[in-house]
């Protein structure tokens, strides 16, 4: 096991239980890919130094967690998936 640290930017179109939902589904995520969440940090809404999409500002979450090492690729392929995540990055600690 070892341990990640995942920054990703949900759309700021999105209401605030959408965010907290897409928040929560993939802390599910890697629950269910045999991972454990250690702590969610919850940034709050941040302005883009460029345009994004032609977007100015998202909602930037850091999640830590520890998983084997699979877990990071499937849970790359499930956020570039989701049409709510503006951007993504996952280093190992």
Known sequence: MNKYEILYIVENSLDDEAKAAV????????????GT???VDKWGTKKFAYP????????YVLMNFEAAE???AELDRQMRNSDAIVRSMIIRK
């Open 52 to 59: 994004i999409d032609y977007k100015t500002e998202g909602y």
């Open 70 to 72: 699979t877990v990071p």
């Open 23 to 34: 928040c929560e589904k993939f802390e599910n995520a890697v629950v269910a890919l045999g």
């Open 37 to 39: 969440v250690e702590n």
